[in-house]
């Protein structure tokens, strides 16, 4: 069974500070993954991929995999209140593409 | 551009209805793929076309009837459909050979 775990939240940060967003996958074989940005009744945009091990950035985000530890973050500096959405952790297992349940981030003003 | 289109954007029917939902992109993908999104949860994986070919059906009930008359075109034919199957649906397309998936707008479907 190839699973992806979250903590569905939410999780409030203050505007400004640092959001830290956590998913573990049960799959060893997995090569890539993603992290999707979803808000309320909209549909999935892609923030960020990750291949290899170590970070990646992109402007505010940072993304963070660790293949030994079936891990991978999202980092998100400077949260704004744009950034209450509901996350989701994705990976590649096989043909499938399996989504995490999410993570809900709300950033107060 | 990595623009997904989906039509249409809501859709009610009833139980005895016949409707179709479109998706198309302009990216030269050839993989598209076919979620259901209930609310609250992340969106499940139902059918996978790859190059024109179904590759993934998973266990999805027949009542849902995907179709792809080319490369930039993805088709699900719904009938009979019951109240449990009301959802947002999405498609996705990828390039063959590369994982990231770029998602349309959904089509948020209410089953009566």
């Known amino acids: 069974q190839k699973e992806v775990e979250q903590n569905s939240g939410p999780l409030s940060v203050p505007e400004g500070a640092i959001a830290s967003l956590n998913c573990t996958y049960s799959?060893?074989?997995?090569?890539?993954f993603f992290w999707y940005r979803q808000y309320s009744g909209k549909s999935p945009e892609l923030i960020m991929f990750?291949?290899?091990?170590g970070d990646k950035e992109d402007g505010r985000f940072t993304a963070q995999l660790n293949k030994a530890s079936q891990y991978v973050s999202l980092l998100i500096r400077d949260s704004q209140p744009s950034d209450s959405a509901t996350y989701l952790c994705?990976?590649?297992?096989?043909?499938?593409?399996?989504f995490g349940p999410g993570t809900r981030l709300s950033v107060l003003p | 551009d990595t623009e997904v289109t989906q039509t249409p954007k809501h859709l009610v029917m009833g139980m005895t209805n016949k409707k179709s939902l479109k998706c198309e992109q302009h990216?030269?993908?050839?993989?598209m793929y076919w979620y259901k999104q209930k609310a609250k949860k992340p969106p499940e994986l139902m059918f996978v076309?790859?190059?024109?070919?179904?590759?993934i059906n998973e266990s999805v009930p027949s009542r849902f009837s995907p179709e792809c008359p080319n490369s930039s075109l993805l088709n699900l034919h719904l009938h009979a459909l019951q109240p449990e199957d009301s959802a947002l649906y999405l498609c996705?397309?990828?390039?063959?050979?590369?994982?990231?998936?770029?998602f349309g707008p959904g089509t948020r479907l209410l089953v009566l």
């Open positions: 996705a397309s990828s390039q063959a050979g590369v994982e990231t998936q770029y």
């Open positions: 799959d060893r074989g997995s090569q890539s």
């Open positions: 990750i291949y290899s091990n």
């Open positions: 994705a990976f590649r297992g096989g043909q499938n593409f399996v």
């Open positions: 990216m030269g993908h050839r993989a």
């Open positions: 076309y790859s190059y024109e070919k179904l590759s």
